[in-house]
């Protein structure tokens, strides 16, 4: 079903079920399960869904308090994955370039975002969804199934090339980044059910259903490389932000040493001492044995064979 937004200052019985205001991504939406009024501001909603209550507010457990409200995440679709004849599941694309890799900052092209989908609409035209145009050429997409192994999916993206769209995108990339064949680009797959399309797919222009958050999570992966372009399709292999080539986790080594910059944000001393050892004893001189320290190293961290 549609469901209404949030709204401020307003009561809410146990049971009933809202959306944020904006778009999250998360395909959640927020059951009431203390009921109460709602406070001034929209609250941080949970990312993850709801496991059970303890105490006060926990994201990490899928719940927030909101004024004398306690909001619980659930999913989106569940109900209507649920019945006995669930509308059709309907899987689109967004393919971002990245200003500085696939184009100048200065002088971006006409298009940074692609859209494009596998199928039609009731009017044999473009998807439209959250008032975004979604463009109607074959694409094949798999492996994104988790296996339950701790791997992370590494899905393939294989795309028509017949209007040679995605073709002239690959050459003005290469123009800029040589042979960066779209490398990096940001690849977001969104899930939903068709009768929670925009009204402007069907027929007469209306939808009493039609809702633009009710989706399943979003996911994001970037290309890793392309394994194949030829006249008629291009596929791409499609990695995790942490199976990218050249990124690193963590982003910091884990040395003992401080690794901020003395007398920067990240370090924030503003006293009259001149200088810095980058060590914990020297943070503690800066700031005071028993006081918070904003130290940047890793002083539990040692070597090992």
């Not at 040679?164 to 990339?173: P, Q, S």
């Not at 030829?230 to 791409?236: K, P, Q, S």
């Amino acid at each position: 079903m549609a469901y209404t937004a949030w709204a401020a200052f307003n009561a809410y019985a146990a049971g009933q079920v809202v959306r944020a205001t904006t778009q999250q991504g998360t395909g959640f939406v927020f059951r009431c399960i203390v009921a109460g009024f709602t406070g001034a501001t929209e609250p941080d909603w949970p990312k993850v869904l709801y496991k059970t209550k303890t105490s006060g507010s926990s994201n990490d457990e899928g719940y927030v308090v909101d004024g004398t409200v306690t909001w619980a995440a659930v999913s989106a679709v569940s109900e209507e994955l649920q019945t006995l004849s669930p509308s059709a599941i309907i899987e689109l694309f967004q393919l971002e370039l990245v200003s500085g890799i696939h184009y100048d900052p200065a002088a971006a092209p006409a298009t940074t975002t692609y859209y494009f989908h596998a199928g039609t609409n009731e009017l044999s035209g473009n998807i439209q969804w959250d008032g975004q145009e979604y463009t109607r050429f074959p694409v094949q997409a798999d492996g994104f199934e988790y296996a339950g192994t701790g791997q992370l999916p590494t899905p393939s993206l294989t795309v028509a090339n017949l209007n040679g769209l995605l073709t002239f995108a690959l050459i003005e990339v290469n123009t800029y980044s040589p042979g960066n064949d779209l490398i990096k680009a940001k690849v977001t797959r969104i899930r939903t059910l068709s009768k929670y399309l925009d009204a402007a797919n069907f027929t007469g222009g209306s939808n009493p259903t039609a809702d633009p958050q009710a989706e399943f999570p979003r996911e994001v992966y970037y290309i890793a490389r392309k394994s194949t372009e030829t006249r008629d399709v291009i596929t791409w292999d499609l990695a995790s932000v942490f199976d990218m080539q050249g990124v690193r986790g963590p982003k910091r080594q884990a040395i003992h040493m401080c690794q901020w910059i003395y007398k920067s944000a990240e370090c924030s001393y503003v006293g009259a001492l001149p200088s810095c050892s980058k060590s914990l004893s020297a943070c503690e001189e800066h700031f005071g044995t028993n006081n918070p320290l904003p130290f940047g190293g890793f002083p539990g961290v040692g070597k090992f064979r």
